[in-house]
């Protein structure tokens, strides 16, 4: 049983389950250019672009799409392309869903008797992300400059460098000049990282390895869920196996550095708030994310145009701006109250706390639950997949159960940090830290704000 799940652990798709990635390799002769174009896509575009008749005919339909949206000349004028071969295959991928990929194989005739600029552009696709890499190379003429490689570090969407896929290449134009002769092939690939200096430098690049083996932990657990779901026969054992772990990388999910917005709703629930809060938080965060995923899943498999990746965009921002409000409205509150205070309206602080709590407890309900809101809003592209993968096998019902079961995680996640910090709540400050006290409620605002500072200019830059 396990090497049928290793082996569908293995095609979980490296540049994510959104991606769609492009190559181009060019080949210039003495009398003409051939582009060898590929275009490797992952389990949700695959997913929506699903062809329409024959592999063969729908090959040959995408090629001549590609082959429309090249814009290259040579000296200056226009070349003129004609598809020599198209082919399309699928692969399999993660949940029992399949990639895809297409091949093109262009010509454009070409004389090369004088030194030529040749400039190129890939317009195909343009507004999907992934890899995006260009190559140039001369077979009977000398390539005297060039803005792309000779050769194709990810071996031509084979094999993509693993210290790459976290910023891919994103080339799409290529600059270069030809002329008579034989030598030169191009530029070399420069992959290579600056070095880390200092301690911060070092600090860094130790919780990037933590962050990066706790990446790889739960990377394996959620290739193990995809060969679970896309199993051949699923029994009670296996589902239940699949549905623990579904908890376990929802748990992981909401701990993880890249979703501090759910954390920061579990402090705000257990360091002012009642259990009920906590517990509120847990349930709020829970139900949004599931809605969204399911919701999210249905506008996939309806449309094909429906751009997936850019929802989830544009629902970074909009969970990024709720925070930084909450954290500007916590923010002016706290300085009002401290205003108050250092006006003498401290006389009488025992009743007029008292009161003010209870009217403001409302409001600080209704933050928290803004918080809890913007921390489910933004679905898992992994139990997107997951879902996807069991709609494609008839298994329905169970998809949605692993989708809740990833949600309870992210819930339990929560209200484990709120009690735990309810806990530290309740401890006495030692020495110096006992003065940081009056200041807690513009600390915590504050860090609010920034989470929702950073958490919205890196939705806003993904989309760009």
């Given at each position: 049983m396990?090497?049928?799940?290793?082996?569908?652990?293995?095609?979980?798709h490296p540049l994510g389950d959104f991606s769609v990635n492009h190559y181009d390799g060019l080949t210039i002769h003495p009398d003409r250019i051939e582009h060898l174009a590929i275009v490797d896509s992952a389990e949700i575009p695959t997913l929506q672009q699903e062809p329409v008749g024959s592999a063969a005919g729908h090959a040959r339909r995408a090629c001549a799409s590609l082959r429309d949206a090249i814009r290259a000349q040579a000296g200056g004028?226009?070349?003129?392309?004609?598809?020599?071969?198209?082919?399309?295959?699928?692969?399999?991928?993660?949940?029992?869903?399949?990639?895809?990929?297409?091949?093109?194989?262009?010509?454009?005739?070409?004389?090369?008797?004088?030194?030529?600029?040749l400039t190129f552009a890939d317009t195909y696709l343009?507004?999907?992300?992934?890899?995006?890499?260009?190559?140039?190379?001369?077979?009977?003429?000398?390539?005297?400059a060039s803005s792309v490689p000779a050769h194709s570090v990810s071996r031509e969407?084979?094999?993509?460098?693993?210290?790459?896929?976290?910023?891919?290449?994103?080339v799409r134009e290529a600059r270069i000049t030809v002329e008579p002769g034989d030598g030169g092939t191009g530029a070399r690939?420069?992959?290579?990282?600056?070095?880390?200096?200092?301690?911060?430098?070092?600090?860094?690049?130790?919780?990037?390895?933590?962050?990066s083996a706790v990446t790889r932990w739960t990377g394996t657990l959620a290739d193990r869920l995809n060969a679970l779901i896309g199993a051949d026969r699923l029994t009670v054992p296996l589902g239940l196996l699949a549905l623990l772990l579904s908890l376990v990388l929802g748990a992981v999910h909401a701990a993880m550095p890249?979703?501090?917005?759910?954390?920061?709703?579990?402090?705000?629930?257990?360091?002012?708030?009642?259990?009920?809060?906590?517990?509120?938080?847990?349930?709020?965060?829970?139900?949004?994310?599931?809605a969204g995923v399911?919701?999210?899943?249905?506008?996939?498999?309806?449309?094909?145009?429906?751009?997936?990746?850019?929802?989830?965009?544009?629902?970074?921002?909009?969970?990024?701006?709720?925070?930084?409000?909450?954290?500007?409205?916590?923010?002016?509150?706290?300085v009002r109250r401290r205003h108050e205070q250092g006006d003498g309206h401290g006389h009488g602080h025992g009743h007029g706390h008292g009161h003010g709590h209870g009217h403001g407890h409302g409001r600080w309900s209704g933050g928290v639950a803004a918080l809890a809101v913007a921390g489910g809003l933004v679905p898992s592209p992994s139990a997107?997949?997951?879902?996807?993968?069991?709609?494609?096998?008839?298994?329905?019902?169970?998809?949605?159960m692993t989708v809740v079961c990833y949600g309870l995680g992210m819930a339990l996640t929560l209200l484990l940090a709120a009690l735990v910090l309810r806990r530290l709540g309740d401890l006495a400050l030692p020495g110096r830290l006992r003065r940081l006290r009056p200041y807690s409620a513009a600390m915590t605002a504050t860090l609010v704000l920034l989470v929702g500072t950073g958490m919205t200019l890196r939705a806003v830059t993904s989309l760009a």
């Open positions: 396990l090497a049928p799940l290793l082996a569908a652990a293995l095609a979980a004028r226009p070349l003129t392309w004609d598809v020599a071969d198209a082919s399309f295959a699928y692969r399999p991928g993660s949940a029992g869903l399949r990639t895809s990929r297409l091949t093109c194989r262009l010509a454009a005739p070409l004389r090369v008797d004088r030194p030529l600029t343009a507004g999907t992300i992934g890899w995006r890499e260009i190559t140039a190379k001369g077979h009977g003429v000398r390539l005297g969407l084979r094999d993509y460098p693993a210290d790459l896929l976290s910023s891919p290449l994103d690939a420069s992959t290579t990282a600056t070095g880390i200096e200092g301690i911060g430098g070092i600090a860094g690049a130790l919780a990037d390895r933590l962050v890249g979703h501090g917005k759910t954390i920061m709703a579990a402090y705000l629930a257990g360091r002012h708030g009642r259990l009920r809060d906590a517990v509120t938080v847990a349930a709020t965060v829970t139900g949004t994310h599931t399911l919701v999210l899943g249905a506008l996939v498999t309806v449309t094909a145009s429906f751009a997936g990746e850019a929802v989830l965009g544009w629902l970074g921002v909009v969970s990024g701006l709720i925070i930084f409000a909450i954290g500007a409205a916590l923010l002016r509150s706290a997107l997949v997951v879902l996807l993968g069991a709609m494609a096998l008839g298994r329905t019902v169970f998809g949605v």
